[in-house]
């Protein structure tokens, strides 16, 4: 085998290598954002069910966007609160009813 032969082996042997450690990396990497998404219980709701819950006295609507977004945004839902999602969540969250559905925004 030529002098060449042996470096274009060489290169061919490290670019499959690095191939497959992105591919572990990638999988891996999916792997652990499917196993965080399978324990997020947190349910989703639509536009049009939280219509209907609006104005119920169990209910509390939070817009956690960041100031910049809410200052400019000219849709903002009525009767709900904003908080400041920079802020650690432990510093607002527990002014609010665990009884109460909160919803986020």
């Given at each position: 085998?030529?002098?060449r032969?042996?470096?274009?082996?060489?290169?061919?042997?490290?670019?499959?290598?690095?191939?497959?450690?992105?591919?572990?990396?990638?999988?891996?990497?999916?792997?652990?954002?499917?196993?965080?998404?399978?324990q997020?219980?947190?349910p989703?709701?639509?536009?049009?069910?939280?219509?209907?819950?609006?104005?119920?006295?169990?209910?509390t609507?939070?817009?956690?966007?960041?100031?910049?977004?809410?200052?400019k945004?000219e849709?903002?839902?009525?009767?709900?609160?904003?908080?400041?999602?920079?802020?650690?969540?432990?510093?607002?969250?527990?002014?609010?009813?665990?009884?109460?559905?909160?919803?986020?925004?």
């Open positions: 085998m030529t002098h032969a042996e470096i274009a082996e060489v290169t061919t042997m490290k670019r499959c290598l690095r191939m497959l450690l992105v591919g572990v990396l990638v999988l891996s990497a999916l792997g652990c954002m499917q196993r965080w998404s399978s997020d219980k947190t989703l709701m639509t536009k049009e069910e939280l219509r209907t819950l609006l104005g119920s006295p169990n209910l609507v939070v817009d956690v966007r960041i100031e910049s977004e809410w200052k945004s849709l903002k839902i009525q009767g709900a609160v904003r908080e400041d999602p920079e802020k650690h969540v432990r510093t607002w969250a527990s002014k609010y009813s665990k009884d109460n559905t909160l919803v986020f925004y």
